[in-house]
């Protein structure tokens, strides 16, 4: 009899912690009828007001990132609405992104942001920068953030413009890449 309660009181607390979850609007299955989703774009788990911190194969934190709404799919890709992120390098690292839409394709460890895009940070040494872009990679693997797409950046009272930028997530290099464009204006 023991052993029954036993086997029977685990899946019931279970089941019990995942009402409690799915109440509280933390953690919600999506219906087909409420997101007009055919079967194959339905995200088997939707999380809304998610906070993500991804941990690297040595124990450290790659990145953080705090997402309006997170829909997990089946081929272990992910769509994320309304997201900042940071966290690249040491503590909260030197760049914060924000976008209203990312995207991680299946069995890739990349994100893809899309439009508008905006990078804001303090390069080592340097002046704080903002960059604006349609479309934004960040890659752990290779700890860059890169783009094709144009650029628009603003460092102080500098402007420059170009298509393409590749960075490392330290702070250390920031490239823009073709087509460059840059406003100077000498301190006076």
Known sequence: MRKTAVILGIPLMLLAALVVLMTLGRFERPSAAASGDSAQ???RYTVTGAQWTRIGSDGKTEFHVDAERIDYYDDQSAR???LAMDGFADNRGPWRLTSPRGEMPAHDPRILLTKPVV???APKPGVPVRMTTDQ???DS???QLYTDAPV???RGPQQASANGLNADWAGQRLQLLHDVKVTYVPNG
Do not use: A
Request: charge should be positive.
């Open 41 to 43: 774009d339905k995200p």
């Open 80 to 82: 994320l609405q309304n």
């Open 119 to 121: 990078i804001t940070g």
């Open 136 to 138: 934004l990679w960040v």
């Open 141 to 143: 693997g290779k700890r």
């Open 152 to 154: 628009q950046l603003v």
